[in-house]
């Protein structure tokens, strides 16, 4: 059994659902496991309608959620004709369900609203491929994913409960491939055992992918992107990118860690742990090589450039001068835990620790005011975290060149740079 997994850019028009489900029909006489992200922008989109309803605009929400409802049904009726009423009616289910809580006030945090409605978006896109697949004489059926994973209810990065997960796979999804060669799912969400919608934080759609491989010990899994292969960097920010075409595990959860974009950084490790292998490959071009993940050790590999942009850098100093050691770092500690924020960076000297952060302006904000109880904080934000994997000195050179550099913090194999 192989796995699937095509990302919002796959499904972004009529085109693109039509060019995916051409690559599925393709793999005729395999089993294969479909997981789908929301098509194109929509998860951004479906933000927006959270903060509006958050904030208390409800007819702001529900005019914005009236806009992706129709441009869904939209797509929907140029992929679909002999059944097009029941797809439409499957659709027009999930709307209820987002409509319901639209018209409430809220009385619960924002991360809970946030999985409620954004999870939307995968179940729109999967019930849209699953019926154009149907309609194209394939052998497919459709799986709600919140039946099947269950989490805890940490929201917006929820964990897995990985045993009954298992079960569920076992009981439910096993049998699906008896009469089916291809089950359509979604990425990115699962459900706690209240039923609640939950999400495995963002592009968490590979983990998913990668959480049914390893729980039915899948051959491989494909995550099909708007890309040649794995990059040494973005090109469209780097010219210099090249196409690295083998990467073993060990470099690619590295990069994950760092920020890179192509794999979600809780992948890798089910894989690993199962040794199967993961294939990055471009859905515009199937017929080229991508780039194949697995447990072999790289060699002689060039630079690697992850660039994240929108970084907040925050210094906490302690008021009465004491040593920041074993108790204001304990109570930073717990101001992070309990607003749900994660440094991708930090550096302690004897009265302060320095962290970057992603710019959630929601938590910064609130984050800066907790800890401005205990410490003294200063914020700056519009600030990039560079990091080079495998660097060297004309790299660091080119792409530090104009910009102040903030903090460093460098080893033998990776480099990083807190940039204004």
């Given at each position: 059994?192989?796995v699937?997994k095509?990302?919002?850019?796959s499904?972004?028009s009529?085109?693109r659902?039509?060019?995916?489900?051409?690559?599925?029909k393709s793999?005729?006489?395999d089993k294969i496991?479909?997981?789908?992200?929301?098509?194109?922008k929509?998860?951004n989109f479906?933000e927006?309608?959270v903060h509006s309803f958050?904030?208390?605009r409800?007819?702001e929400?529900l005019?914005?959620f009236?806009?992706?409802?129709n441009s869904h049904l939209?797509?929907l009726k140029y992929l679909?004709?002999?059944k097009w009423?029941?797809?439409?009616?499957?659709?027009?289910?999930?709307?209820?369900?987002i409509?319901?809580?639209?018209h409430?006030?809220?009385?619960?945090?924002f991360?809970y609203?946030?999985?409620?409605?954004?999870c939307?978006?995968?179940l729109?896109?999967?019930?849209?491929?699953?019926n154009?697949?149907?309609e194209?004489?394939?052998?497919a059926t459709?799986?709600?994913?919140r039946d099947i994973?269950?989490t805890?209810?940490?929201f917006?990065?929820?964990?897995i409960d990985?045993?009954?997960?298992?079960?569920r796979?076992?009981?439910s999804v096993v049998?699906?491939?008896?009469?089916?060669d291809?089950v359509?799912t979604q990425?990115?969400?699962g459900a706690?055992d209240e039923?609640?919608?939950t999400?495995?934080?963002r592009?968490?759609s590979?983990?998913?992918a990668?959480i049914?491989?390893?729980?039915?010990n899948g051959?491989?899994?494909?995550i099909?992107k708007d890309?040649?292969?794995?990059m040494s960097?973005d090109?469209k920010?780097?010219k210099e990118?090249?196409i690295?075409?083998k990467?073993?595990f060990?470099?690619v959860?590295?990069?994950?860690?760092?920020g890179?974009?192509v794999?979600?950084?809780?992948?890798?490790?089910?894989?690993?742990?199962?040794n199967i292998?993961?294939?990055?490959?471009s859905?515009?071009?199937?017929?080229l090589k991508g780039?194949?993940?697995?447990?072999?050790t790289?060699?002689?590999l060039?630079?690697?450039?992850?660039?994240?942009a929108n970084?907040?850098?925050?210094?906490f100093?302690t008021k009465d001068?004491?040593?920041m050691e074993d108790q204001?770092?304990q109570?930073?500690?717990n101001?992070?835990n309990?607003i749900?924020v994660k440094?991708?960076l930090t550096?302690?000297?004897?009265i302060?620790?320095?962290?970057?952060f992603?710019d959630?302006?929601e938590?910064i904000?609130?984050?800066?005011?907790s800890?401005?109880?205990?410490?003294?904080?200063?914020?700056?934000?519009?600030?990039?975290?560079l990091?080079i994997?495998?660097y060297?000195q004309e790299?660091?050179?080119n792409?530090?060149?104009?910009?102040?550099?903030?903090?460093?913090?460098k080893t033998?194999?990776t480099?990083?740079?807190?940039?204004r």
């Amino acid at each position: 059994m192989k796995v699937f997994k095509f990302g919002g850019a796959s499904i972004n028009s009529v085109d693109r659902f039509k060019n995916t489900a051409s690559i599925i029909k393709s793999y005729e006489g395999d089993k294969i496991l479909i997981v789908i992200s929301a098509m194109g922008k929509t998860t951004n989109f479906l933000e927006k309608v959270v903060h509006s309803f958050f904030e208390g605009r409800k007819e702001e929400a529900l005019s914005l959620f009236e806009e992706l409802k129709n441009s869904h049904l939209n797509t929907l009726k140029y992929l679909t004709v002999v059944k097009w009423q029941e797809a439409e009616n499957q659709l027009k289910q999930f709307f209820t369900e987002i409509e319901w809580l639209l018209h409430d006030k809220p009385v619960r945090n924002f991360d809970y609203y946030y999985d409620q409605i954004v999870c939307c978006g995968e179940l729109l896109s999967s019930a849209i491929l699953s019926n154009h697949l149907v309609e194209e004489k394939t052998n497919a059926t459709w799986l709600d994913v919140r039946d099947i994973i269950r989490t805890d209810n940490n929201f917006r990065d929820a964990g897995i409960d990985w045993e009954f997960t298992s079960k569920r796979i076992q009981e439910s999804v096993v049998p699906l491939f008896e009469k089916h060669d291809i089950v359509v799912t979604q990425g990115f969400i699962g459900a706690t055992d209240e039923n609640e919608s939950t999400t495995l934080g963002r592009e968490g759609s590979d983990y998913t992918a990668a959480i049914f491989a390893n729980l039915m010990n899948g051959e491989s899994v494909t995550i099909w992107k708007d890309v040649e292969a794995v990059m040494s960097a973005d090109p469209k920010k780097y010219k210099e990118a090249s196409i690295l075409d083998k990467l073993s595990f060990t470099e690619v959860i590295e990069m994950a860690y760092y920020g890179a974009q192509v794999i979600h950084p809780k992948t890798i490790k089910p894989l690993q742990n199962k040794n199967i292998p993961l294939l990055v490959k471009s859905f515009l071009d199937p017929s080229l090589k991508g780039t194949i993940i697995s447990k072999e050790t790289n060699k002689n590999l060039p630079p690697i450039i992850v660039h994240k942009a929108n970084q907040v850098l925050i210094q906490f100093k302690t008021k009465d001068f004491s040593f920041m050691e074993d108790q204001p770092i304990q109570d930073l500690m717990n101001i992070f835990n309990q607003i749900k924020v994660k440094p991708n960076l930090t550096q302690k000297t004897a009265i302060s620790f320095v962290c970057c952060f992603d710019d959630h302006a929601e938590k910064i904000n609130l984050l800066a005011q907790s800890a401005s109880e205990l410490f003294d904080v200063e914020v700056e934000k519009s600030l990039t975290l560079l990091t080079i994997r495998h660097y060297n000195q004309e790299t660091i050179n080119n792409l530090i060149e104009g910009k102040v550099i903030l903090l460093e913090q460098k080893t033998t194999q990776t480099v990083q740079m807190i940039m204004r």
